[in-house]
């Protein structure tokens, strides 16, 4: 009964949260500012939206009653903004644009009042200078004057804002700023007075210059007219922060007056320039690779924009809230962005969990025995996918299947999901998609991190992490996941255990070094081991098997990783840059299927050099590199042993390219060297037509070619009867050649808005053609498993409809449908892949509800599978041809407390659905009938688990007010 009263919970009434307006008064200045407390307010949970107004210093924001004040309050003072209870952290507005310095002009409004001087205008001018010195010399020079009540010089943009009366004769400042050795527009210091600057403030002079970071000097105001009038004029810069945290100029960005066709672009300072117009005060700003988004000038007409992770950040006023999953409108390729957000639906014990609420990845299990999960894109095994841990490749080799095992979700920041042809820069191995793993950095993530998780299943987990800054430049952090499994479980009372006994644990250490020459690196080290045993148990037996012979899969697992990843912006042209990345992999498993031993050990080496540079100036980009690959293979069944090494040097390049800001054009050409196979060349395409803002056309085209781990990939061909046949016959790598696959599609994104709230919809097609291919043939012979190479052996169909709605505020339907047509050329003919579902319906639904309360369901619909036959067993060892249709049912309720804990409660497989028999001969697993190969649906029965979470963060120190 408890059970379907938490379904009932989980998927049954839609409650909708309460949204009610709340306004509270927070100290700022300027259109900048507005659009830092509306993204920090977003920021908080229970925040629906939020305004600012410049004048009244408002925010309004709609809130649920899972929003607490307090959290609001305490993180706009950690970023430097007063409110009537907590002080600003003046710390935090130190590297804020001159017009955010609100604290030195609101003690300049209260002098004004007091002395009754109410006639002050803002001016700006250009003044020449490098450093905090020079800072601070202006800005005395300026104040001297009586008539300048507030002066402020930004290093950056190199303008002086001052507020004075209205009849001062700024040429007297010009004037007055060469005379102590700054020049202005209008002004230029004698030698004489810049002799006088300190050595640090050396402007002028190269060696000076180099010894300052280049953001320093990158400023469009150069260009700056200190004689003409700017009060019509609307000037600024925009900057891109990368991923390692550099600041570049953003060349060819578009600057537009909402709703106009008034527009311009950024030179190659990022500056630009508009002249202002009475129709509208919202500027709005595109660039390839971000999100367009609308900044409200105000009465403001100078403004640095900064542009990090896809989005438009510090100046931008955020209208939406972000997606757990989002799939770019302005990205050439359609990459889907999976968030931690989207991960928290879920236990996510293991990466191959993370996708439970995904629709384009199923998930399912290898065998009945051990526990082993899979993935599959297209219809296609999950090897053929490129997984790759921050662009390193790195689920690849023997780690093929148990890799995704080697990724506790926890771990996991984000993932970026890339069906189809991906790109060249990270090899040759993507024939059906890419997937890449961001997991927790130094100095990004919680200062300290504490997650617990038990299920029905004796399974119990401790992850862990925590980060320390030792410095501006150099940060570290440590990340732990212990779990065990220790529930001995038969449901279905065939003498084998439902889920593997298991003890794992896996250690990361990472560090990262930022200079301030546009240099960084980060060095890793992970260690992971794994213990499982599943089969037969003689606590679930009641007559125990002669001579105490039990079937048994016992699998050891040990793991090293080693990397080393550093990149660097050219300094005498920032539209270059480079990265390098080297990678070491030690991996060795030794493991017993009954009477099967199989042992592996693998030792591989990666480097990767890319160069990246922006072509004339413009938007078109250049990426090429240089590549290598080196694997060392030693693999034992029973008693033949396998030897292979695999040496892949290569080379690449890519070119991005646009045509009248609709057409966008990604060509990529790599070619390879194999040792054992030859020249390998393998090109690239991708094309994407966006006829409206919200709207997108995609193609995609390419080759992929790898060489499969077949034992490693394969595990089901261990628990069984049968007899292993490999039929190689040439003198590479098992006999065998490599696979080689063409994978071509098309797709369509739309976003509607429909009764005010965003729909999103999408159609994809892919199809997939293999030049020769690996079999794993089951369908022979029933006592016999094939492995064998077929020219043309696959070829799959791939379509794919999904929409996304906010029906209510709080409330998302996510549905998606899914049809895979695979078909295999065997040895017997042409047959429809075995072990995959055709037709797959998903749903998603996801609420917030008051008191932060989050609810989260997913409903599946799998269609039938073939089975491979078993026509010529006994009767009492048939299967039918095609499994049943079948339902799966997850859900999910968290819990947000105060001071960073969580706790959740969820259950999987809520229907308690499970493939019953599904061990052929499970009584006499040494017969010649024994096969727990055949599986299509789930072993395990419901499970219910619950776990709580503990974040701390690295907020600055909060100064307690007294209002």
Not at 1 to 26: C, F, N, P, R, T
Not at 756 to 774: D, K, P, S, W
Request: glycine share 8%; proline share 3%; hydrophobic share 35%.
């Amino acid at each position: 009964m408890k059970y379907i009263y938490i379904m009932m919970l989980l998927l049954g009434g839609i409650m909708v949260s309460a949204q009610e307006k709340l306004d509270i008064w927070v100290d700022g200045n300027c259109a900048s500012c507005k659009g830092r407390i509306e993204k920090a307010a977003l920021q908080i949970m229970g925040v629906d939206s939020a305004q600012w107004d410049v004048s009244s210093k408002i925010l309004t924001i709609e809130k649920t009653d899972q929003f607490y004040k307090d959290d609001l309050l305490t993180h706009l003072a950690s970023i430097g903004y007063d409110t009537k209870a907590y002080k600003g952290d003046p710390l935090a507005t130190e590297n804020y644009s001159f017009c955010c310095d609100y604290i030195e002009r609101k003690k300049t409004e209260i002098e004004s009042e007091l002395n009754g001087t109410d006639n002050l205008v803002t001016k700006e001018l250009w003044v020449d200078g490098i450093c905090g010195m020079c800072q601070d010399r202006i800005k005395e020079a300026s104040v001297g004057f009586d008539e300048i009540s507030f002066a402020f010089w930004d290093m950056e943009s190199k303008m002086l804002r001052i507020d004075v009366e209205e009849d001062f004769d700024v040429m007297v400042l010009h004037h007055a700023l060469a005379n102590i050795g700054h020049d202005t527009k209008l002004a230029q210091a004698s030698d004489e007075a810049y002799d006088n600057l300190h050595g640090c403030c050396k402007y002028r002079d190269e060696e000076v210059q180099n010894m300052h970071t280049p953001e320093s000097f990158l400023s469009g105001f150069k260009n700056w007219d200190d004689s003409a009038d700017h009060s019509n004029d609307v000037h600024g810069v925009i900057h891109e922060l990368t991923k390692e945290g550099e600041k570049l100029p953003v060349i060819g960005a578009s600057v537009q007056w909402l709703g106009t066709t008034i527009a311009t672009s950024t030179d190659e300072q990022g500056f630009f320039s508009l002249e202002k117009i009475k129709e509208t005060n919202s500027i709005v700003v595109q660039y390839i690779g971000s999100q367009p988004d609308t900044i409200e000038m105000g009465d403001q007409h100078i403004v640095n924009i900064l542009i990090k992770s896809n989005f438009i950040l510090d100046e931008i006023s955020i209208a939406h809230k972000r997606k757990s999953t989002e799939i770019s409108f302005l990205n050439t390729m359609k990459i889907r962005q999976i968030d931690k957000k989207e991960l928290l639906k879920a236990a996510c014990c293991s990466l191959s969990e993370s996708f439970e609420t995904t629709p384009s990845v199923d998930v399912s299990f290898t065998d009945a025995i051990t526990g082993t999960r899979k993935i599959e894109l297209l219809g296609l095994a999950g090897p053929n996918v490129q997984i790759m841990h921050e662009n390193i490749p790195n689920v690849r080799g023997l780690a093929a299947i148990n890799g995704l095992n080697l990724i506790p979700g926890p771990w996991v920041e984000s993932m970026q999901l890339n069906i189809g042809s991906g790109s060249v820069i990270n090899g040759p191995e993507a024939l059906t998609g890419q997937i890449n793993v961001e997991t927790k950095k130094p100095r990004e993530s919680e200062r300290v991190y504490i997650g617990l998780y038990g299920n029905m299943m004796e399974r119990f987990e401790l992850n862990a992490n925590t980060t320390t800054n030792i410095n501006e430049q150099l940060s570290t952090a440590f990340i732990v996941h212990a779990a065990r499994q220790n529930g001995v479980r038969d449901r279905n009372s065939d003498g084998f255990l439902d889920n593997p006994l298991s003890n794992q644990l896996f250690f990361v250490n990472r560090w990262k070094l930022k200079t301030k020459n546009n240099f960084t690196a980060q060095l890793g080290i992970k260690y992971a081991t794994i213990d499982r045993t599943s089969g037969q148990s003689e606590q679930l037996l009641t007559d125990v098997p002669p001579a105490g012979l039990l079937w048994e899969a016992k699998q050891r697992t040990q793991r090293l990783e080693a990397w080393y990843k550093m990149g660097r912006v050219f300094e005498n042209n920032p539209n270059r840059s480079f990265g390098f990345m080297l990678n070491y992999t030690y991996h060795n498993q030794r493991s017993t299927f009954g009477l099967k031993p199989y042992s592996g050990l693998q030792n591989s080496v990666y480097g990767n050099l890319i160069f990246s540079q922006l072509i004339d100036g413009t938007s078109n980009k250049l990426n090429y590199g240089v590549s290598y690959q080196m694997d060392m293979f030693q693999e034992q069944l029973n008693v033949i042993g396998y030897t292979r090494n695999e040496v892949l040097p290569g080379v690449f390049t890519e070119y991005n390219t646009s045509y009248q800001d609709k057409f966008d054009f990604v060509f990529g050409l790599r070619a390879d060297y194999h040792n054992n196979y030859g020249l390998l060349i393998n090109p690239r395409l991708h094309a994407k037509y966006a006829p409206s803002e919200y709207q997108a056309w995609r193609i995609s085209a390419g080759r992929g070619i790898r060489t499969p781990s077949i034992f490693a990939e394969n595990p089901g061909i261990f628990v069984s009867s049968r007899h292993i046949v490999l039929q190689g016959e040439t003198d590479t790598p098992y006999g065998l050649g490599q696979e080689i696959a063409w994978n071509a599609g098309l797709s369509y994104t739309q976003e509607v808005t429909l009764n005010e709230r965003t729909l999103l919809f999408g159609a994809e097609y892919y199809y997939t053609f293999f030049e020769n291919n690996v079999l794993i043939d089951f369908d022979t012979d029933v006592h016999s498993v094939f492995i064998y190479n077929a020219e043309n052996g696959t070829r799959s169909h791939s379509i794919q409809v999904h929409a996304e709605y906010e029906v209510l505020p709080d409330f998302t339907l996510k549905t998606a449908y899914r049809f895979n047509d695979v078909r295999n050329e065997f040895i017997s003919g042409t047959a429809l892949k075995p072990l995959i579902s055709r037709h797959r319906a998903f749903l998603n639904a996801s609420v917030e509800l008051p008191n932060r309360w989050m609810i989260d369901g997913t409903f599946n619909v799998q269609g039938r599978k073939r089975i491979p036959s078993t026509a010529s067993n006994p009767v009492e060892f048939q299967f039918d041809n095609y499994s049943p249709i079948f339902y799966a049912i997850n859900g999910q309720v968290s819990k947000f407390f105060k001071k960073g804990f969580e706790a959740y409660l969820g259950v999987e497989n809520a229907l308690d659905f499970r493939q019953e028999d599904a061990i052929i001969q499970a009584d006499n697993p040494f017969g010649e009938f024994f096969d727990a190969s055949l599986i299509w649906g789930p072993v395990m029965g419901r499970n219910i688990y619950a776990g709580v979470r503990y974040r701390l963060f690295n907020d600055k120190p909060i100064e307690k007010g007294c209002g």
